[in-house]
DNA sequence: CTCTGTGAACTCTTTCACAGCC
DNA sequence: GGCTGTGAAAGAGTTCACAGAG
């Protein structure tokens, strides 16, 4: 997002140590959690070819090839893929053998589902902290935490020490929320308020907004019926 | 490249490279829909230069322009965008004047989040069924409508006519419940069951995956301090 | 002068196709 | 034969920088 700073004097030097291309482009990541994912339905020990793992994945073999030659050669020609070390190479990759503290703000009925989200714990993530503004919800336990006023983020989040953020509050009060929770060390953010946020450039911030979702749905259906429609018309207004 | 605005009358053939600025790349279609939102928040008749209006949509300035360059030429040089002009453009171009009806199937706790979501009937939305499978469910109200036995899409959907449908359900029911609303007229789902869907080619599917979402930011967390080392030492070996 | 619209360069991503290994 | 890994080409998206309108 942000300008990454000075390629004014680009690295002429690639591969100083060469241990293995260590960049994961963005896309390529996002797709290798979903083989993730898969794989965990094979069962260890087995092995799998690029054409039916992408097949299961939803993506096409060539682009799975692709993505997994980012992580070094873990395949055997002519065979395919073990289950096991694919599974273990891409969580190192990925980095989901580290363990992530989360918290999560606003308890409402987005919050409550992204606190029962049963991939939570499945994956490395341990939810330490609850909070929301309403005193209705402050003191009520919701995936086995207590939730806490939003007032009390510093003391709590400086016990608990989270590393993630979670904000599923209304749009107003994002902002403030994700700068308590900057302040209290927090340095990646998931946003679910349908709003802009401003936060520090150390801050890594993830936007999910689920109308927009909804309106580039719609986007797409209306968009190819009316591509058509438009084009009769033209046809029909020149003759 | 483009030019438009003018209605060039174009020839009988479909391959008349006439009506240019029809094509709406996927990027600029999403960011569109943020523009739209910032410029709720300006008062109609102003006038708004690309660059505070990409301030405040939190993008850089050349590629605000470059976006609106795909509507046509609405704006004014040396001066910028009037605001109600633009405003209307977008939302054309978007199809955001037409109406959707929306089933909704799931209503656990994500589900009543989505249901409630304000923005709903904003943008021309309208929530005509909720379905689930849960007993305990069935026959409650949320956001002025009662939840359907899933058993009766077929009949209710018929009856409702909905166009979108959203799947809010465990990954379990999830194709299924798909294959329940295709059959039933639906031709785009968006879809928060963290599983892949197999629909017919003519039905547009959008997947939103709360926990993926997650681990891509855990993933940027781990990832840049790494990135970071590597770069410092890259650059201190190169000096 | 300010600000838009856009060619052109650039980077990121996908796709093709095939060499090389089993 | 089957399958991986990857160069090379194609495509999508972004950024630069400037001509030209007001």
Redesign the pocket.
Known sequence: MS?TSG?MQ?GRRMNADAEHARVI????ASRLLGYLRVLNEYSFGRIV???DLALAAGV????L??D??FLG?????????DVATLTAEISIALGAHTAHRVALVGVGNLGQALAGYSGFAGHGFQLVALFDADPEQVGRTTAGLQVNDIADAATVLAERQATIGIIATPAGAAQSVAELLVAAGVRSILNFAPCLLEVPGDVHLRQVDLGLELQLLAFHANSRPTDLAHVIAEIRSSS
Do not use: F, I, M, Q
Not at 60 to 63: I, R, S, V
Not at 73 to 81: A, E, L, Q, T
């Open positions: 300008k390629s680009s482009p963005e896309a390529t070819c690029s054409r096409d073999a060539a682009k090839r692709r997994l030659s050669n873990y395949g055997v020609r002519g065979v395919g893929y």
